[in-house]
């Protein structure tokens, strides 16, 4: 079975610093991993995914996750962190070859402080 | 890129009662939708998988004759709770997965806040 830890409930960052938010994932074969972005009351965001090719993916708004096969990590990440960044953030991973749903992480509450 | 649609986005409804919520594909066709279940501040669950043309697939522990789905046509999908009851208040979200050019990604609704009184 696949799971997704994302092991920080709360993120706080200051405007303007980096920001990481972690993810570790189990699955069987090479995962296809997914990052997702969530404000109140409303659906999921997709921000960037990794399926193969280089480790490091870039995603939309400056966001980045890395890729790290031997941690089984997933980590979020933005060089500078923005106030409209503060939201809830999921990892996510599907198995190749497995049924096509997505299994989610907790989800990690992100606010950056002015 | 693809837009998943629902509808309502909101509703309130008596206890006991029903209400359908649509999941819709604008500019796709999805022989499968899913459908999530969301609790404040908290993870999706999935509940179930939507499939044209056959049966919904349930996980375990979500009650099939009360939540509904019907998977109309390849670009709708419905989920009706019937008898509903103060417990079946949350955020549910639909999502349609998508496949093109080999790679694979899944296009999420808006959500519906259901509030049962």
């Known amino acids: 079975a696949q799971s997704v830890a994302q092991p920080e409930d709360q993120v706080n960052v200051a405007e303007g610093n980096p920001l990481t938010v972690k993810c570790t994932y189990s699955?069987?074969?090479?995962?296809?991993l997914f990052w997702y972005v969530q404000y109140p009351n409303r659906g999921l965001q997709f921000l960037l995914k990794?399926?193969?090719?280089?480790?490091l993916v870039k995603g939309s708004y400056g966001f980045e996750a890395e890729f790290n096969k031997s941690q089984t990590s997933f980590h979020l990440k933005k060089p500078s962190a923005l106030v409209s960044d503060s939201a809830l953030y999921f990892c996510?991973?599907?198995?190749?070859?497995?049924?096509?749903?997505?299994?989610f992480g907790s989800g990690t509450q992100l606010t950056v402080l002015p | 890129g693809a837009v998943v649609s629902q509808h309502p986005s909101r509703v309130i409804c008596k206890s006991g009662t029903s209400v359908k919520i649509e999941c819709r594909s604008l500019?796709?066709?999805?022989?499968?939708m899913f459908w999530y279940r969301q609790f404040p501040k908290q993870s999706l669950m999935l509940m179930a998988t939507?499939?044209?043309?056959?049966?919904?697939?349930?996980e375990q522990g979500v009650e099939k004759d009360k939540f509904l789905i019907n998977h109309a046509s390849l670009t709708l999908s419905t989920l009706t709770v019937t008898s509903a009851h103060p417990e079946d208040s949350s955020f549910y979200i639909c999502?349609?997965?998508?496949?093109?050019?080999?790679?694979?990604?899944?296009?999420f609704g808006p959500g519906t806040r259901l509030t049962v009184t």
């Open positions: 500019d796709f066709q999805a022989t499968t």
């Open positions: 699955v069987s074969g090479n995962p296809y």
């Open positions: 996510a991973v599907r198995a190749p070859g497995s049924a096509r749903q997505l299994t």
């Open positions: 990794y399926i193969t090719g280089d480790n």
């Open positions: 939507s499939n044209e043309g056959s049966k919904a697939t349930y």
């Open positions: 999502s349609a997965p998508r496949t093109s050019g080999g790679t694979y990604e899944q296009y």
